[in-house]
C-alpha cells in the first residue's frame, strides 16, 4: 500500500444519515483513508488485520469525528467579532458596513480571509458558507484561499442596491453580471461552490432580487444564501417595504429566490405560512444560535426544525455570532432550545454541526459523515481538553455523557487534530 493510505484508530462515532440523530460509538474504532477519501469505516484491530501493510495512527481515546460545517458566515466580518451593539439594524450600520468598506482593498480581503480559515480550522471547522461583501474582489480572495489550502468551500458576493452606504451597493445589473462572472470562475473549481447572495430583503430592490432570482434559475446547482426573518423590526420594515407580500419569505419567492439548494439564515420569526411554505419547498434553515442570543433576535423552534422536511444547518454567523467555534455554537444552540422547553441531544447536536449543515449545503453526499467515498475532512475532539472538562468526562458513563462537557464547555483547546482530505495540518489561531 502506497504512502496516500493511512489507518487512524480512535473512538468514532459514526452516525445514521437521516434523522433521528443516533450514532454507533467504537472505542477503538477505525478509519481507512486512500488519497484523501475514506475508503473504510470500521473496528480498528478488524482494519488493522486487513490492511496490515498501511501505516496506523492512534489517537487513543481522541474522539475522529468529520469536521464541522459552518452553514453561515460573514468572513469579511471576522476583525468586528464581539462588537457591542444594540440591534440588528444599529449593530450593521455602525460596526458591519464601515468594516465591509476596507474591502475594496483587495490586499485587505486577502488578509483576512488568511485569518477567517486559521481561525475556522483551529477551531475544526473544515467547511464554511461565506458571505463576501459587495466587492467581487473579496470573493476572489475567499476562494483563492480555500483553494490553496485545499479545502471545501461555499461562498459569494453579497448584493445590495438600496439602503447601504454608497461604498457598498451595486446595481440590478452589476449584481447579476458579477456574480455570473464568478459564478463561471469558481462554481466546480476545485471543491469550491459559488453562492448567488442577496443579502436580505431589505437591501435589494425587487428588481434585484429578480435579477438574481434569474441567475439562479440559469445555475440551479448552485446555492442561494440569504436571510430571514432575523429581528422582529426587521420583520416590520420588510413588510413597508414589501406592501404586496403576503410575509418575509413571499419576497423571496415572488423573486425566484426559494427553491431546493435556498439557505434561510436565522429564521426565528416564521408564520405558519412561511414554515409550511418552506417544508413544501425544501430550502434550508440555517440556526445561527450565538447571534441570535449576542444581537437579541430570538429563540429559534428547533423542534420544528427538526420535525418538519426541509433541511436544518448550524452557523456561527461571524462576526454577528459571538464566536468562531461549533462547539460553542452547538452549547448555544442547547441553550437556546432549552429555553424554548427542548432538551437536545449530544448527538442531535453533533448531527447538525456535521450532517445537518451538510444537508442544507447538498453537500450531504461527500462531507459530513465518516463513510466510505466522502472527503477525508476529518477533526479530533479531545475530550480532556481543560481541567473542568476533564474532571467531569471522568465521570461518565458512556460516549454521550464524556463528549457533552466537550460540547457545552470546549473550544479550539479540544480540537486535536485537523485533516483536509486526509492530511493533517498544523491548527494555527
Ligand atoms: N442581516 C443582514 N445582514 C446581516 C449580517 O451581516 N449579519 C446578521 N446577523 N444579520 C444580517
Ligand atoms: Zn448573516
Known amino acids: 500500500m502506497g504512502k496516500n493510505t493511512e489507518l487512524l484508530i480512535g473512538q468514532t462515532l459514526v452516525f445514521a444519515p437521516k434523522l433521528p440523530a443516533r450514532a454507533e460509538h467504537d472505542s477503538r474504532g477505525g478509519v481507512l483513508i486512500r488519497d484523501g477519501v475514506i475508503e473504510a469505516v470500521g473496528h480498528g484491530e478488524t482494519l488493522k488485520a486487513a490492511h496490515p501493510d498501511v501505516p496506523v495512527t492512534d489517537v487513543g481515546d481522541g474522539v475522529i469525528l468529520p469536521g464541522f460545517i459552518d452553514a453561515h458566515v460573514h468572513y469579511p466580518q471576522t476583525a468586528i467579532i464581539a462588537s457591542w451593539g444594540k440591534r440588528l439594524i444599529d449593530w450593521l450600520n455602525t460596526y458591519t458596513f464601515p468594516e465591509e468598506m476596507k474591502f475594496a482593498d483587495p490586499a485587505y480581503a486577502a488578509q483576512i480571509a488568511c485569518r477567517f480559515f486559521d481561525l475556522s480550522l483551529a477551531h475544526g471547522t473544515t467547511t464554511v458558507a461565506s458571505y463576501g461583501t459587495v466587492h467581487a474582489a473579496s470573493v476572489d480572495a475567499f476562494f483563492e484561499e480555500a483553494s490553496a489550502r485545499g479545502l471545501r468551500a461555499v461562498a459569494g ?100 429566490l426559494l427553491g431546493v439548494g435556498g439557505l434561510y439564515g436565522h429564521a426565528i420569526h416564521l408564520t405558519d405560512r412561511e414554515w409550511s411554505r418552506m417544508g413544501e419547498v425544501g430550502g434550508a434553515l440555517v440556526h445561527c444560535p450565538t447571534s441570535n442570543a449576542f444581537i437579541g433576535s430570538g429563540l429559534f423552534d428547533m423542534d420544528r426544525g427538526l420535525s418538519a422536511p426541509m433541511p436544518v444547518g448550524l452557523a456561527t454567523d461571524t462576526g454577528g455570532g459571538s464566536s468562531f467555534s461549533m462547539l460553542r455554537t452547538m452549547a448555544s444552540a442547547y441553550e437556546v432550545a432549552q429555553l424554548r422547553g427542548r432538551a437536545l441531544s449530544a448527538a442531535e447536536l453533533l448531527w447538525l454541526a456535521t450532517i445537518g449543515s451538510a444537508q442544507a449545503l447538498r453537500l450531504d453526499d461527500k462531507i459530513g459523515r465518516l463513510a466510505p467515498e466522502y472527503e477525508a475532512d476529518l477533526i479530533v475532539l479531545n475530550l480532556a481538553s481543560t481541567p473542568a472538562i476533564a474532571q467531569r468526562a471522568a465521570q461518565a458513563n458512556d460516549i454521550w455523557e464524556a463528549i457533552f462537557p466537550t460540547i457545552m464547555m470546549g473550544d479550539d483547546r479540544a480540537i486535536a487534530e485537523v485533516r483536509i482530505m486526509g492530511q493533517r495540518i498544523a491548527p494555527q489561531g
Open 157 to 256: 458576493k453579497t448584493c445590495m442596491d438600496r439602503n447601504a452606504p454608497d461604498g457598498l451597493m451595486d446595481t440590478p445589473q452589476s449584481a447579476y453580471d458579477d456574480s455570473r462572472a464568478l459564478l463561471e470562475r469558481w462554481h466546480g473549481h476545485d471543491r469550491l461552490s459559488y453562492a448567488i447572495t442577496p443579502r436580505f430583503s431589505p437591501t435589494s430592490t425587487r428588481d434585484q432580487l429578480s435579477a438574481l432570482g434569474t441567475l439562479w434559475t440559469e445555475n440551479p446547482t448552485c446555492p442561494m444564501q440569504t436571510h430571514l426573518a432575523e429581528q422582529t423590526d426587521e420583520v416590520v420594515w420588510v413588510a413597508e417595504l414589501f406592501p404586496e407580500a403576503r410575509d418575509y419569505l413571499d419576497t423571496y419567492e415572488a423573486a425566484g
